[in-house]
């Protein structure tokens, strides 16, 4: 993903939430690079106060952070709040929660209310993939 920003990308942001500091800025330093404005957020109580002060065009969040359904219940009130804004979650989990990012019909994953869910380790191809589905960017 470290291909020069094209002018789709440019000013778009996206709201990144994971527990794990590492990967936080892994993929922060990913998206910065590509010509996204990233913001980070290391719980869900920190995502919901970050989206109160500005709302992000994209939220990428972590399935399992200070409980197990966290990234659940975000995406939930990302939904609720603004069902145009797309959701992606990355969970390292997905075998053991029966998540897939080969469901590709929003009945067969309806329950998660992910627009697209990823599996740990995101590969920078697939996440480049699904933004750009997901922004047209």
């Known amino acids: 993903m470290s291909a ?7 000013g778009r942001s996206i709201l990144v939430v994971d527990d794990d500091p590492d990967f ?3 993929l922060v330093l990913q998206l910065r690079a590509a010509g996204f404005e990233p913001a ?3 719980s869900r109580e920190e995502a ?8 992000p065009d994209l939220v990428i969040t972590d399935l399992s952070m200070e409980s197990p359904d ?6 939930q009130r990302v939904k609720e709040r603004r069902p145009a804004t797309p959701v992606v979650i990355v969970t390292a989990v997905a075998y053991e ?3 897939s990012s080969q469901a590709k019909l929003r009945d067969e994953r309806g329950w998660a209310k ?3 869910i990823l599996s740990k380790p995101v590969r920078a191809e697939e996440l480049k993939r699904q933004l750009g589905r ?3 960017a």
């Not at 020069?4 to 440019?10: G, K, L, Q, T």
């Not at 919901?48 to 709302?55: D, T, V, Y």
């Open 70 to 75: 966290a990234g659940f219940l975000l995406c």
């Open 114 to 116: 992910a627009d697209a």
């Open 97 to 99: 929660t029966a998540l």
């Open 134 to 136: 997901l922004l047209g």
């Open 24 to 26: 936080l800025m892994q």
């Open 40 to 42: 980070s957020a290391a």
């Open 48 to 55: 919901e106060a970050s989206l109160a002060r500005r709302w």
């Open 4 to 10: 020069p920003p094209d002018d789709a990308r440019i």
